[in-house]
């Protein structure tokens, strides 16, 4: 049984270390934080704002690829999100869709997997097509796996789960003894990644707001007051340099962790 307060199966912290180096997360998730805040200190539109965050996903994408990280999740669109003004929401939908259609291609052309968790069903039909669409064109690529969480939440993901392997039960395919932390950790989004070793969040705010609550069970968590739109490759790079000077005991004492590295 997998604890959630462990890595799963093949998820070493030792995972992409060389000799005298720290390793990298293998899963970076990051809360894009403050793309108003920044419109409004330059007497901008919040629209405005959201385009120029646009650029700083590019950044960070760009750079992930390039330090091999594993997995990179956005957290792009919360479920609580739907509760914005009606003309930011309806600017936030038109964006995601033409980033759907633009950069899709761009993605696949550099080998990066484009994956989108959360509940497609409150999208349009045209997003949610162009989804399906960038997913079956990435799905065979072996770089980066990008993740895209919109209209997700934390609690969905875990209520979803509880769901199905309630269904199951209900439908005599397992007992509910067989419903442990390994069970429902094969339910919830991105099952077959590593867990997110490193949490970001922009802007100052210091809270994970309902975002992969399962997965970051044990993620180091990373806070900067650097609003997102500023937030780039150099941002990326410090926030990878914190999480190597951190030491990650996953329940151990620290003469366990340094017989490890002996």
Known sequence: MTSPQSPRPGASPDDGATAGEAPLPRHVAIIMDGNNRWAKARG???VRGHHAGVEAVRAVIRRAA???IETLTLFAFSSENWKRPASEVNALMELFLMALKREVRKLHRHGI?????????GFSASIQKHIASAEALTRDNTGLHLVIAANYGGRWDIAGAARRL???VAAGEIEPEAIDEQALDEEVSLSGDAPVDLCIR???EKRISNFLLWQMAYAELHFTPVLWPDFDGAAFDRALADFQGRQRRFGMTDEQIEAQGA
């Open 202 to 204: 922009t802007s100052g």
């Open 113 to 121: 997997r484009l994956s989108v968790i959360g509940d497609r069903s």
């Open 44 to 46: 901008l539109s919040g």
């Open 166 to 168: 309630a269904e199951r």
């Open 66 to 68: 390039e330090r091999g």
